[in-house]
């Protein structure tokens, strides 16, 4: 447990100083390194303090006003010292894609955990049954949305031996979308098939609603209310025909992009307790693009001004290695560093070299492209006099903060100043 939570980092890791003893991350900041200082060699992608603690509070509060309570998906970050943080701040438990995810938020001290997908392999089934053979206060609920990956589980629990039985949730899905059952007499007749394994035991309803959102409450929440009311619906008739086998029902929704639109209705009226699970991950770092519209219109939704809700916590920065054309200039970082799957990185402040204090970019500064380790830099000839130099830092905003993290082994957590106060650990 201590080398998971407090890792020694050293200059194997990108980031890290090349020629600096190792550390662990309890050690670092002590040291005071600080980015704009130089200590640490660039590209290096750091979290800011607190605009951490804020979403890490805020998030937490909403769910707490909703009554319902937060299962973040671990997949976002793979960070047991950001797992131990979002446990600490309240949340009840944590969610997984796969067991190996799992594993790793096990180690780091999550106790009540899901895997929001479909598990039914012979290595995952063992490596599931091990943990619980291991951890006797350990629960874990996978999904199920089809008889075929039962009849596999239920093959696998006849030549092995099972601590406990299976627990699972009935996946609901949407034409077109992922996993899910596509329609009500699919998932109740799955419901009932569950209820009758001894190889399984039923203990709620799940759902992801993020497919097909556009960011706009017009489309956005029909679009939520309609999922929401199929799930309620198999949640009643399963009640009503007694096949879930729990004290609790656990109900659970919950992207980064929409989670208000299914925050209430996550605990639907089923005659015995209901634990609703919201399961956005992304809120811990947030970011400066695609979230950052999104939770716009929620933000909207729900009243609050801006900057009271979800802040940008994930930066990457880099040097200006080239400016080998007017209006353009190579910035030394590329795909292996940065978010390029939804869209660009986008500039958001620059520091001189040596400076110790950062400025806003001109508005036009764009980023056109990557390569594995060069990003394009663009601007409108109207800001060629404020063009950046060879040798600039230049900070960049993300736009899903998933594929970033997991282009790293580490983090250092960053004051306002820029100044190292921690580190985070990453293990994908």
């Not at 092995?160 to 899905?173: C, D, Q, S, T």
């Not at 939520?224 to 729990?246: G, I, K, P």
Request: aromatic content about 6%; charged content about 20%; hydrophobic content about 45%.
């Amino acid at each position: 447990m201590n080398d998971l939570l407090d890792p020694l980092l050293d200059s194997r890791l990108k980031g890290f100083p090349h020629t600096h003893d190792a550390v662990r991350r309890s050690e670092l900041a002590s040291l005071q390194w600080n980015v704009l200082a130089g200590d640490l060699p660039l590209p290096i992608a750091l979290i800011k303090r607190d605009a951490l603690d804020h979403n890490l509070a805020w998030m937490q509060g909403q769910a707490r006003a909703w009554k319902i309570d937060l299962a973040p998906h671990g997949k976002t970050t793979m960070s047991p010292q950001l797992f131990k943080r979002q446990l600490d701040a309240g949340a009840w438990g944590l969610t997984f894609a796969t067991v190996k995810q799992l594993r790793v938020g096990v180690a780091a001290g999550a106790r009540h955990t899901l895997i929001a997908n479909q598990v039914f392999s012979d290595a995952d089934l063992l490596g599931i049954q091990a943990l619980l053979a291991g951890h006797a206060d350990l629960r874990i609920a996978f999904l199920v949305d089809s008889t075929a990956q039962l009849d596999l589980i239920e093959r696998w629990s006849t030549t092995h031996k099972v601590a406990r039985p299976f627990e699972v949730m009935l996946e609901i899905g949407v034409s077109g979308g992922r996993s899910g059952c596509r329609t009500h007499v699919e998932a109740t007749t799955l419901a009932a098939r569950l209820h009758a394994s001894s190889a399984v035991k039923l203990v709620g309803i799940e759902c992801y609603e993020g497919l097909g959102v556009q960011g706009t409450t017009d489309h956005d929440a029909p679009l939520a209310a309609a999922l929401m009311d199929r799930v309620e619906a198999v949640a009643v008739e399963c009640a009503e025909r007694q096949w879930f086998e729990t004290d609790e029902v656990l109900i659970s929704a919950g992207g980064s992009a929409i989670f208000d639109l299914v925050a209430t209705r996550l605990t639907p009226m089923l005659g015995r307790p209901v634990r609703g699970l919201l399961r956005s991950g992304c809120y811990v770092t947030h970011d400066h693009g695609n979230y950052k519209r999104l939770v716009s219109v929620v933000d909207t939704r729900l009243g609050c001004a801006p900057g009271e809700s979800l802040r940008p916590a994930l930066e990457v920065w880099a040097l200006v290695q080239s400016r080998p054309e007017p209006g353009l200039a190579i910035l030394a970082v590329g795909r292996r560093d940065i978010s390029y799957d939804i869209e660009m990185p986008i500039p958001i402040k620059r520091a001189a070299r040596a400076a110790m204090t950062t400025a806003d970019v001109p508005t036009s500064w764009k980023i056109t492209a990557l390569n594995d380790q060069h990003a394009y830099l663009r601007w409108d000839a109207a800001d060629e006099a404020d063009a950046p130099a060879v040798g600039e830092r230049i900070g960049l905003g993300i736009s899903h903060p998933c594929t970033t993290f997991d282009k790293w082994h580490w983090m250092p957590i960053v004051d306002n100043d820029y100044r190292i106060v921690d580190a985070v650990s990453l293990h994908f």
